[in-house]
């Protein structure tokens, strides 16, 4: 992911707790459930030969920083993965990765920007890659996971507005119509799915296996509701940052988007769009990774904004 770019990195999902206010303000960690764990030893095996023929195989941009474009399709063969799944109306028939610069605005990329900047800011990692999820309230805090609305049940101060919640879900419906529109499938057949979250990406060394996000992987292995996978970036290769390239792995040459504030990428989530994030060298990296599935059992709502 990748995210968590798209990554191997395991986004928890901590029980939701919608009652009132707690007298105790100590925020307990949250565990990472073995949902989230199965497939990071998936991840980790796979990575030795996907980083050997990403050595081989050379690099192109798909898409550079400096360059904006509309649309621009880069075609794949799809994998078997999906041929025994049952969503005709929805899972991929012709797969692809698609970049476009002008679905989300600048002035809603630097919107979610601050959002990520506000939640990651009563939290982070240990190491190099933190995450928020407004759905669960997954958020990173040294080696583990808080609940974000547990901490914000200790503070007197605002930080999420329902402004805020409102650009996001405007932002995903959007990115949700173009991915229908590319793909020929029915929008009410494409869901919402979990793990949707920022992330912020920086050189700190990594603490655990959980934060080495340049890991080759498949999302629809590490993530198994998985179909198609958005990535909204909220910062700009060469200028807030280098290295941290996303990196497709295929057989004659790797291709790399060139992350800029406001690009949408996405693509197919089965094996024939293997990835991974280049490491940091400089600087942080912001993102928003936006995950759609054609399963029913396995859709999300909008998050909102919680007030009690």
């Not at 920022?198 to 080495?212: G, I």
Request: proline share 5%; aromatic share 10%; with cysteine.
């Amino acid at each position: 992911m990748t995210g968590k770019s798209s990554s191997p990195r395991k986004v928890p999902v901590p029980k939701r707790n919608g009652g009132k206010s707690s007298e105790k303000k100590d925020v307990p960690e949250t565990s990472l459930t073995p949902l989230y764990i199965s497939s990071i030893s998936v991840a980790i095996f796979s990575v030795l030969y996907y980083m050997v023929t990403y050595q081989e195989g050379g690099l192109e941009t798909f898409v550079p920083v400096g360059q904006t474009t509309d649309r621009k399709v880069h075609e794949v063969t799809c994998s078997k993965d999906y041929d025994k799944e049952p969503f005709q109306d929805c899972k991929p028939k012709r797969c692809a990765r698609v970049v476009m610069d002008d679905l989300v605005t600048e002035s809603e990329a630097r919107h979610l920007r601050g959002v990520a900047e506000r939640g990651l800011a009563l939290g982070g990692g240990e190491g190099g890659a933190s995450i928020l999820d407004l759905h669960s309230g997954a958020l990173s805090k040294g080696k583990s996971f808080v609940n974000v609305y547990k901490v914000l049940e200790t503070m007197s101060e605002t930080i999420f507005t329902e402004e805020d919640f409102r650009v996001y879900s405007n932002v995903k419906s959007r990115i949700h119509q173009a991915i229908a529109k590319e793909f020929g499938v029915k929008p009410s057949a494409l869901f919402l799915t979990e793990p949707t979250f920022f992330s912020r990406m920086n050189t700190k060394p990594a603490s655990t296996v959980h934060d080495e996000y340049w890991h080759a992987h498949i999302d629809k292995v590490t993530y198994g509701s998985f179909h198609y996978t958005s990535l909204l970036y909220l910062s700009s290769y060469g200028k807030e940052f280098s290295g941290g390239r996303f990196i497709f792995v295929d057989k004659d040459v790797n291709r790399t988007v060139e992350p800029r504030l406001g690009r949408v990428s996405f693509f197919t989530s089965g094996s024939e769009n293997v990835h991974f994030v280049e490491k940091l060298i400089e600087g942080e990296r912001f993102a928003i990774t936006i995950s759609f599935t054609c399963d029913p059992t396995q859709a999300i709502s909008d998050p909102v904004l919680r007030t009690e």
